[in-house]
Structure formats: C-alpha cells, structure tokens
C-alpha cells in the first residue's frame, strides 16, 4: 500500500524527521540507565554527514562491501561503500546530521543535527564501531600499517557482523594497530556500534540546509 499523499508530499517522507527523533530520544535514556549503548545509525534511502576533530581509534581495518537498504519511495536500493572499522574508538566534537527535504505544513527542508564529544575532557566513545563511507576527508597517521591484505585476513575486530555475504574475502583490505584522523569530513551510509557512550548528546531540527559541513 503506498504512503498517504496530501499536497503532493509523501508522509513517509515527514516520517523519516521524526524517527531519528524517537530513536535518539530512546538511546538518551538507555545511556543514561547504562552509561552506553549498542547503536546502530542508518537513515533510509539517505546518506548523513558525519564531522570530527579528532577519532583516535585500534586494531582499524578497512574494506570493500555493499551498504543496502530501502528508498524514499521503498525500492530497494545498493551502494558500493568503504568499511573502516575499530575494536574501540575515542572521538571528540562529533557531528551527525541528516537533510530532508520538501517536508509538509510549510517547513521547508529540516535538518536533523547530533553532537557529542564537545568537551575534549570527555569525548564520546565506541566499541566494535563500523563506518560504511562513501567519502571521507582528514588528516590521517596510522600505527604498524598492513596494506594489501585479503579483506577475509583483517584480524580484530573482523568483517562487520551480518554482513560477510557483501563482502569479497579475496577483495584488497588494509589494517593497522592504530588510526588517528584529525579534520575528518565524512559521508556515511550506516554507523554501528556494540557501544556507543555519547557525552553531552544534544539533538536539533533546524529550518535549513544545514549539515555538519
């Protein structure tokens, strides 16, 4: 059954606002309960902006796969990505935001903007963290680097879970003790995380094209 249409605009298309909405509201207070949270950030048939000062991150690994998911309109749709991941990660001053466009009741374009990390004392932290990047900016130093491995040889923390089959185990993948990205301007497909703690989280919609950078 296709979504509701009034005036032209698809509610399944407002809906998109309010779900990050909901769930950052719910993350907040499983944190809160628990001091971190297994998350998972995806946003259907968009990418997001992702921006940091700085991701200081062990045991990276970096790979070839397919990010999937379902369309504005519900088809389902594939992207070639790159998978950078980290057994734990510390990130300062980070910055999420999605657009979404031509939204109805006259609002326009909403963006969607999460911040965390601001404070240098207390950065946001992450285990098992997974990045499907489809571009990425900064400045980057990498610790006892291994290029050119077979992406089914990473080692720790591995393929990321439930997604083997979209990966080629003889494709080119890199790995190396530690990562540091300073400056980082990133577009991502999906972010997971066994856990994620987000100090001094805040949560925005602001009128606006207004993305992290």
Not at 38 to 62: I, P, Y
Not at 68 to 95: P, Q, R, W, Y
Not at 98 to 113: A, E, H, K, M, S
Request: aromatic share 6%; proline share 4%.
């Amino acid at each position: 059954m296709s979504s509701q249409v009034r005036g032209g605009t698809r509610w399944k298309r407002f809906a998109l606002v309010m779900v990050p909405s909901v769930a950052a509201t719910a993350a907040v207070g499983v944190g809160l309960a628990q001091g971190a949270l297994a998350a998972s950030f995806s946003v259907s048939g968009q990418d997001f902006k992702v921006s940091t000062d700085s991701l200081v991150g062990h045991n990276f690994v970096q790979y070839g796969s397919v990010a999937t998911g379902k369309s504005l309109e519900g088809k389902n749709e594939a992207h070639a990505v790159a998978v950078s991941g980290f057994s734990d990660a510390t990130i300062t001053n980070m910055c999420q935001s999605v657009v979404t466009p031509n939204l109805p009741f006259g609002l326009g374009t909403i963006t969607l903007r999460l911040t965390a990390g601001t404070n240098p004392n207390k950065p946001v932290t992450a285990t098992n963290l997974y990045l499907d990047v489809a571009e990425l900016d900064a400045d980057a130093e990498f610790k006892n680097i291994d290029i050119g491995v077979a992406a089914g040889d990473v080692g720790k923390p591995g393929i990321q879970p439930g997604t083997e089959a979209k990966v080629n185990p003889n494709g080119f993948a890199q790995r190396a003790e530690e990562a540091r990205l300073s400056n980082v301007r990133q577009t991502a497909w999906a972010t997971t995380a066994g856990t994620f703690k987000l100090t001094d989280l805040s949560l925005r919609l602001k009128s606006g094209n207004k993305p992290c950078y």
